[in-house]
């Protein structure tokens, strides 16, 4: 239910320095008193759907024999009278103000209420560990400090906010990031599809939007299979590979990304199963695809697929 009084203060838009205080308001908002010689627990049930919901806030009040309503649903009696309520009339609905505040709204809510209305506003980010990653574009960079601010408070699993610049090491492909919110703490564990990564977000490349390839790649591959994982990185496609019991040849160039994964393979006990190699590309091929292919032709009874 939309209610415009429950939406933050129109002054906040615009800001760009997060001033919590800045969202207190107050509402008047509908609440049923409860009669002693009721089940409280029964009149709450046939309400449920009235409730105020906000975050952090508690519309069933216990000890006052009290529930506090949707102001949108309920604007008299008449609104609670198909929900026959044995026992309770219009002198159990009364009117109370009450002050809500930034600790109320979601973050996408926040968002809505701050920045530019003629604008995309924030579309998505993602969630690598405890760090929250974002690409703002140009017109959202002069609220970047108070974004970081609002996501580091409402998801509380997050600790670091960061923003992807426009600079990319081409030679290592990881992006360079600047700090918005949080602890400069970029060293993150991740699980996906079952297989935990550890890593240094801020010098290696990891896109959790490949989650669904990474497993896609592991399935097409048989046990008898060998996988030649050129830019392997931190072993998102070596590692489950090699779970599966295939051989795997895992190269990257970046020394941050070959040392998270010889630790990630030892971490998910594949280190039998998969030689790391700290070499350019081409190098890697030229040498170690080559010698390998040489000799596994040599084995008769390899039925398996090289990859």
């Keep these: 239910m939309d209610c415009p009084d429950l939406r933050p203060p129109a002054a906040?838009?615009?800001m760009t320095v997060l001033e919590r205080e800045a969202f207190n308001k107050q509402v008047?908002?509908?609440y049923?008193?409860?009669p002693g010689e009721l089940n409280f627990n029964t009149v709450c049930l046939a309400v449920k759907k009235l409730l105020l919901k906000m975050e952090r806030y508690k519309p069933v009040?216990?000890?006052e024999a009290k529930i506090i309503l949707h102001p949108a649903g309920v604007?008299?009696?008449?609104?609670?009278?198909?929900l026959k309520l044995d026992g309770l009339d219009s002198d159990c609905l009364g009117w109370q103000e009450i002050q809500i505040g930034f600790d109320n709204w979601r973050y996408d809510e926040i968002f809505r209420a701050v920045l530019p209305e003629d604008k995309e506003g924030l579309s998505a980010f993602s969630k690598v560990g405890h760090v929250i990653h974002l690409n703002l574009k140009d017109h959202l960079l002069p609220y970047k400090g108070l974004i970081g601010e609002v996501i580091k408070d409402k998801i509380a699993t997050c600790r670091t906010v960061v923003n992807k610049l426009d600079t990319i090491d081409n030679t290592y492909r990881n992006f360079a990031m600047e700090l918005l919110a949080g602890e400069e703490d970029y060293q993150v564990s991740v699980k996906e599809n079952g297989t935990v990564y550890e890593f240094d977000f801020s010098k290696v490349y990891w896109n959790p939007?490949?989650?669904?390839?990474h497993e896609k790649v592991a399935k097409m591959l048989c046990k008898e299979d060998v996988l030649l994982d050129i830019y392997a990185g931190v072993g998102p496609f070596s590692i489950p590979v090699a779970k599966k019991g295939c051989t795997v040849l895992a190269n990257d160039l970046n020394p941050e990304s070959y040392k998270a994964l010889v630790n990630n393979c030892k971490k998910n006990k594949v280190e039998g199963r998969v030689k790391c190699f700290n070499r350019n590309g081409i190098d890697f091929i030229r040498d170690e695809v080559r010698t390998f292919i040489v000799e596994?032709?040599?084995?008769?009874?390899?039925?398996?697929?090289?990859?």
């Design 12 to 14: 906040v838009r615009g």
């Design 28 to 30: 008047k908002v509908p």
């Design 32 to 34: 049923l008193k409860v």
């Design 61 to 63: 009040r216990t000890e």
């Design 75 to 82: 604007k008299s009696w008449d609104d609670l009278k198909e």
């Design 209 to 213: 939007r490949l989650s669904t390839e």
């Design 296 to 307: 596994i032709n040599k084995k008769d009874d390899f039925k398996g697929t090289v990859n």
